[in-house]
């Protein structure tokens, strides 16, 4: 059962350096997404656009349900993340927020 | 002022199609992801491998910090995606090793 181990030990270490590469990939994607994200919010800020669009949130939910439902991810964990990173996407909105109207006298 | 904003209005389509294929992307490397943990747990449940593995953890942790920190993203946001994830991740390995025991009797 000793080789049957060391394979498995083998097998371990490929499926790490697998999952190692893709969270390289998934950070370096959330960071473009973010510099997306706070380029729109200084564009809302500076034209006084409504932080917030329903039907663009709904539009989107909805789309990467559907993403996921075709790569085998589940659904529910599609939508969770991305209520995960739109709480962080409006920590970053209210800071520019702030500052603009900081730069702006108040 | 209505020039501006027609504009903006086509800079915020513009982002939000940039935004949309980068979700496209998260998506799918995620699906990989959990390709990839899947079959670590179930390597693990196979060769009764311990599920946890604290340095490997810290390591990961450590180096997804270093990662975010060079691609502009919080440090503190990385990590806290990880933990988001790997909750994710348990609940997929404690699936297969209560599949893994019923396949074995109990």
Chains 1, 2 share one sequence.
Do not use: W
Request: proline share 3%.
């Amino acid at each position: 059962m000793s080789t049957g181990m060391d394979e498995a030990r083998a097998k371990l270490l490929e499926y790490r350096a697998s999952i190692d590469n893709l969270d390289a990939a998934l950070i370096h994607i959330l960071a473009e997404r973010f510099r997306c994200t706070k380029a729109v919010g200084a564009l809302k800020a500076a034209y006084k656009m409504p932080a917030a669009d329903p039907e663009r949130e709904k539009q989107q939910i909805a789309r990467l349900r559907r993403l996921a439902d075709e790569s085998r991810l589940d659904p529910d964990f599609a939508e969770k993340l991305l209520t995960f990173i739109t709480r962080e996407v409006i920590r970053h909105h209210e800071a520019i927020a702030d500052q603009h109207s900081a730069n702006n006298g108040g």
